[in-house]
């Protein structure tokens, strides 16, 4: 199995670089003290040194192998390439080489270049995307650019970065507005814009407003790897099949200092690819940030270069573009590269209509462009998770305490806590119905009981028939039908049956929680 | 609603300052050109430039006031506060201040010092922790240190950043191991060391190992949150009421340039507390990384330091500790500290066991030591979000369909979608308890009807008293108590009562939800 290879350009004097090199080795893997380390652990786990080279400006390249088998994924190999490493002065990842066998435990972006050209049918020239800012905008606002920039034959229209919202309904009525006037525009052009919508929220929300963004029609989304975590963004490409735009919020700090962090086109070529970025937006030289040129070649460069089994990923420019400066970028960049246009977009006089004609007209100047039929199925290359699509809107009750359509199963798999003659029902919640909650309704025979325990996540009960006894926290409560009970979090608690009848309730929960504990 | 401040300390020009200072506040919440902003906008958004101020080395601190709703959560925040100012040259956060509305929103540490301290028995003394390494080690030899630490009355002993499994089973074992050998040392010496795991695993992973080292016992983890995302681990310390440990692996590129990048005590003192980091790792100086005394410092205030009703956290130097400096270092940090000795510890002659008993010898002739009996229920502390304390767990029903300590409300506002007779009982979720969802029962008096609407959200409903009819997406049902419905998204639907009795009926929904629309 080939090495993961790393390569750290280095300030320090001549006769220390051996040293540091082999410092790095030992910090990156076991960081103990030399002493510590035994043959076998220096054999199997720590980095090997395999070369120290002087580099033309004074620094040194040292070029360290470590075992690919020290990496199950993203956060390991993070930590492994960089992250104490990133504590030390005057020490710069420049180079990451990874051997087949770990890159085939990575997807990678589930469009890249050519899926994405697929999907809007451009082929041959660069793509032109916008931005819906500013925030505190009316969302008709932005209903309308995203309207004119699709019927003027834009490909790409994505939130800003700043563009997040109060609450899940106003993401999702605007997130709506915007996609359905593409869609509309999109009938009538014949052509596919996209729309991305920028869900950098929260993490306990995240799921919601992609679920959200996806119900609607949504293909992909806008989101900063380094600010939500490069895992995160990994985790959503690889389970939603998104397209990914990444954004570089919050990256500022690893290559600020040219002698210090990780060289661009490593984090946000390779690695982003690693995330499941299709689109690197990346700040342009000659615009508002500092950035040089070959900093933005060497970006560019990564997406697109070789990565084993992954594919390439379009590199966007963005930041201070303008109509003068188009030729000299796309000339820079070539024809797979996605032009992030934003302010001198919706800021040149006419409207961003005649704007777009006018960029795209100019593309068309430059490249040949070849239009071919969108791939309009555009499916995000995963099925709808089962059930969805037979939803049922009605579960009859029986005289029986059962219902149409559902059938009872067991209260816990054996060898959980303990319990005695309890049946559950699942009722809505898992059969493919949009809730964030589950409705099971649960029968306790006389003389059984519930296991005691306890959970972060709450209960909802409603008693519905018979008589039964609830203890949480050490409290007793006695239930008749239609009482309602709450149970907080991590509180221990219990139902009993202590009568003659069944005790039948039902029982709302989170849909996603934690497993019951002992109490 | 007092404003976010974010203090930036800029080097340019006097004559550019206020410009600086301006585009700073553009950039993080608009970011488009002057021209584009209108006046409302301008008042609204857009950051306010509070003070623009020389220091004395030259540079200018940049005070800017930023809207506080502007921000749900840490990615707002994060991208508010530093997100693309991090590609501006020269420019470092240097301080921010969150108003008590803001702070509201984050739970922060589970423990923080109070409670740790309680959960261990230990007062008025610097805590010591060790630290299971080097990688490759056999696990008897992990659980071996711990079990040696433990007996010799050490405080924490923790995984080492670098200790990552290859998989679930031989995590699990390793933790089983550790954790069962640090609790039977406990019951040798009556005192409660904690035992501290590795998660630094991809996010689809995380929850099952989080959740397999609760279900063993263990209380706390080690988790890099620059690493895995910082709102990652503020949802998993938020879920699981777990004890973090933060390291500062992935950290170094936002210290390494004095004048970029964030001040330390901001990230690994407020930011961290924020992601509910109870006790905070960071590179002593003096050891093998190049911090300074001021900054270390910055970070032991900015963890202690007052921030609304979160708690505050522990410091915890690391890195080239050893017996030599702990006078020096104690002194530096004072009790309220956790002092990482990991190689320093694992090789001192005569073993871990007489090297812990030398290091909490001198801690103890240098500060007065006191011992009480630990926390053994160990139940995570939570800070309670407002309204919990009030919950209720038990609503009893009335026989006239009203429930205790809950009173009918109205059914919409006025003026909204038209309805007939239709009264509204809040039953749980908007009164502080912990669901994603909310449980009402309506009634609809004979003759009276629901509006006629839509929504992306779902209704699961329950009927309870009398018949009703239920219309969706034109279908008809006829429900009886104990029939279940379900209304699917962004479907048209509607509730009649045409009997002679009151319709009443449960309805669950999802707390957070779309407000309804007209057909």
Redesign the interface.
């Known amino acids: 199995m080939g090495a993961i290879t790393a390569v750290y350009h280095a300030l320090c004097p001549a006769a220390d670089a051996a040293g540091l090199a082999r ?1 790095i080795a030992v ?7 030399e ?3 035994d043959a ?2 220096d054999m ?2 720590v980095g090997k040194v395999a070369a120290v080279d002087p580099l033309p400006d004074g620094r040194f390249a040292l070029r360290i192998e470590y075992n690919p ?2 990496v ?5 190999l ?3 390439a ?8 005057k020490v710069r990842l420049a180079e990451l080489e990874l051997p087949p066998e770990v890159l085939a435990r990575f997807r990678g972006p589930n469009y890249g270049v050519e899926g994405i050209r697929e999907l809007l049918g451009v082929h041959g020239r660069p793509l032109l995307a916008t931005v819906l ?5 009316a969302d008709d606002r932005f209903r309308a650019i995203a309207e004119e920039f699709a019927l003027a034959g834009g490909d790409i229209v994505k939130d ?3 563009l ?1 919202d ?4 106003t993401f ?2 605007r997130v709506a507005l915007c996609h359905e006037a593409v869609a509309r525009a999109n009938e009538q052009t014949g052509r596919q814009c996209l729309y991305l919508a920028n869900i ?6 995240l799921e ?1 407003y992609v679920e ?1 963004a996806l ?1 609607l029609g949504v293909k992909g989304v806008l989101i ?1 790897p380094l ?6 963004v ?2 959503l490409a ?2 939603h099949g998104l397209l990914v735009m990444g954004h ?10 040219r002698r ?3 060289e661009p086109g490593v984090l946000m070529g390779t690695i982003y690819r690693l995330a499941g970025v299709d689109i690197s937006i990346f ?1 342009n030289h000659g615009g ?4 040089s040129p070959a900093e933005c070649a060497s970006i560019a460069a990564a997406a697109r270069a070789p990565l084993g089994r992954i594919r390439p990923a379009l590199p966007a420019p963005a930041g201070g573009m303008s109509f003068e400066r188009l030729e000299d970028m796309t000339r820079e960049y070539g024809a797979d590269t996605v032009l992030v246009v ?2 001198a977009l ?2 040149r006089t006419g409207g961003v209509g005649k704007a777009t004609e006018a960029y795209l007209g100019r593309l068309r100047e430059l490249f040949p462009e070849r239009l071919v039929a969108p791939r309009r199925d555009g499916a995000p290359s995963r099925p709808l998770p089962p059930g969805v699509g037979e ?7 029986r005289a029986d ?1 059962t ?1 149409e359509g559902r059938a009872p199963a067991g209260y816990k798999k054996p060898g959980e806590l303990p319990y005695r003659d309890v049946v559950r029902h699942e ?3 898992e059969a493919g ?5 589950s ?1 099971r309704y649960f029968e306790i025979a006389a003389g059984g009981f519930s296991s005691e325990e306890k959970h ?1 996540h ?1 209960h ?1 009960i ?3 028939r018979g008589r039964g006894i ?1 203890t ?1 926290d050490g ?1 007793r ?1 006695d ?12 509180t221990v608690h219990q139902l009993r049956n202590e009568g003659g009848e069944p005790f039948g309730f ?1 029982c ?1 929960v ?3 929680r ?2 019951p ?1 002992a109490p």
């Open positions: 410092a910090e990156q893997t076991v960081e103990v003290p002493s510590l380390i076998r652990i199997e786990i088998q020290l199950n994924g993203l956060p390991e993070l930590n492994l960089y992250g104490n490493v990133s504590m030390m002065e800012k500013p925030r505190g905008s800003d970065n700043n997040i109060e609450s899940f309904a999702q009525r950098s929220v929260p993490l306990d929300r919601r959200g119900r900063p600010l939500m975590g490069l895992d995160v990994r985790d690889d389970r570089p919020a919050f990256t500022g700090t690893f290559f600020h200092d210090h962090g990780i700040v508002r940030f500092d950035y934003g302010g919706l800021g939803v049922v809107h009605h579960l009859p009750f305490f219902w009722l809505l919640g119905e949009e809730t964030a909650f409705l972060v709450t909802a409603i008693a519905v609830l949480v409290k409560f239930l008749k039908p239609n009482d309602i009970a709450y149970v907080p979090p991590l039902y709302i989170d849909r996603e934690d497993r504990r």
